[in-house]
């Protein structure tokens, strides 16, 4: 972990001063206020665009997505990011992507921004004719009917087939409904390995204390009651390794869900560099997934755009670099362009203006979170802007296509709805335009 924040710190320093050297974006900065540049800029995205006839996921002809076919070429990585995940626009627009990734393109794996523990158990309930809750719960609702229109449906007919869209997680589980989870994971462990019942407890702590539930142990649960509790962890880790109580894949699956314990507790006890430490165990739980479960299958990444992108420092933030919300470091896309490169494509789905927010049933127990709020429009010279004013209702712009015409520095919003210029084709590969934004219907 020292030697991961050491790198963090080089790569922020090395990079953002390479970029203060480039005075010349600065130029470029202030020529983008120019409304004949604008206008310019504008008719070179849009000749560049591809258009998309809606973002319906019930549509099921594709002719109109066909074309990206080209775009994403041989990648068998593809990430969808949204810039919030209270753009119901985005979200709508991923859903139709996933089943045209997995149509049209071989895609046979979905891996969510979730807890990578529960959302295992999801591939054994669509293929079991279980209830949409227990599907869903293990995804915390990411498969919900109401969230992504028939992708829940969609995905479950998969299982009945030859070719299933399997579905997994990549991130920790989320706090407090992820304990269950755990303490089933450790009492499988018990069953074949014998442990200490008051080391058992510490144990058990751990994961109650990560799960914001308080603890069994009689004491504060200190950093030392963590570390201790930690050490265990990776007693237990040994015991499973030299035990010929598991088979080979058994093995294999409870040394990762104890990695994966360790994984939590070190987020949780890593104080300003918990997105560092995030980001990477996103990253290293990917690999190990694709590598132990899905090997040699192509894979379609769904999560915040801010976790999916590389080399987010090249961005113009100078004015939040001490603020640690908006401090570059690696993202969990980092990691993975630097292994799979081509193979790697980010798409970000971004908007103009319109609403965000979570509207739920009034007869739902969650009513009173319901919220929506305006979305700011777009400046003038911006990417949305230039879309918002064209003869495109939505619309995709493959990066690298568009770079011989326009300069390589622009302003785009994809993440979080910020303003940023950026050599935006260096920090992912798509933009995918799909209108307003609106509030995500429960």
Not at 211 to 228: D, I, V
């Amino acid at each position: 972990m020292k030697k991961l924040k050491e790198q963090t710190s080089r790569y922020f320093f090395m990079t953002h001063l390479r970029f203060c050297l480039k005075t010349a974006a600065w130029t470029v900065l202030i020529t983008c206020l120019s409304p004949d540049y604008a206008n310019a800029q504008q008719i070179k995205f849009t000749s560049h665009a591809i258009a998309v006839e809606t973002i319906d996921p019930a549509a099921e002809n594709y002719d109109d997505l066909i074309p990206l076919m080209k775009k994403i070429g041989s990648a068998t990585v593809v990430a969808l990011g949204e810039g919030t995940h209270d753009n119901g626009a985005a979200l709508l627009a991923k859903a139709r992507m996933v089943k045209f990734l997995h149509e049209k393109m071989g895609f046979d794996v979905l891996l969510f921004e979730y807890a990578f523990l529960g959302s295992l158990k999801a591939n054994k309930y669509l293929s079991l004719d279980s209830s949409i809750y227990s599907a869903t719960r293990s995804l915390n609702g990411w498969l919900s009917k109401e969230l992504y229109p028939g992708l829940y449906e969609y995905i479950r007919a998969t299982h009945k087939t030859g070719r299933p869209l399997f579905v997994g997680g990549f991130d920790h589980e989320k706090v407090p409904r992820g304990v269950p989870d755990y303490l089933e994971m450790l009492e499988e462990v018990y069953q074949k390995i014998r442990f200490n019942e008051a080391d058992k407890i510490y144990i058990d702590s751990l994961v109650r204390t990560n799960g914001a539930l308080g603890n069994r142990y009689q004491e504060s649960f200190t950093a030392n009651g963590r570390r201790k509790a930690e050490q265990l962890i990776d007693s237990l880790r040994t015991a499973v390794m030299v035990s010929n109580k598991f088979t080979g894949e058994e093995r294999d699956l409870k040394l990762m869900y104890l990695k994966h314990l360790l994984m939590m507790s070190e987020e949780r006890s890593s104080g300003e560099f918990k997105n560092i430490v995030r980001d990477y165990h996103m990253a290293e739980r990917y690999f190990w997934i694709h590598k132990n479960l899905f090997a040699g299958k192509k894979v379609i990444l769904w999560a915040a755009t801010a976790h999916l992108v590389h080399d987010m420092v090249l961005i113009d933030r100078d004015e939040k670099v001490n603020n640690e919300k908006f401090r570059p470091y690696y993202q969990m896309g980092d990691y993975l362009n630097a292994r799979l490169g081509k193979n790697y494509y980010v798409i970000g789905f971004t908007s103009y203006a319109g609403e965000r927010g979570q509207i739920f049933p009034r007869e739902s127990p969650h009513n009173k979170a319901s919220y929506n709020v305006q979305v700011t429009p777009a400046p003038h010279e911006s990417f949305e802007a230039y879309m918002s004013r064209s003869k495109y209702r939505y619309a995709f712009v493959d990066l690298e296509s568009v770079l011989p015409d326009v300069d390589a520095r622009f302003t785009a919003l994809p993440l979080g709805n910020r303003m940023d210029f950026a050599p935006w084709a260096k920090i992912l590969d798509a933009l995918f335009y799909v209108g307003p934004s609106q509030p995500v219907k429960h």
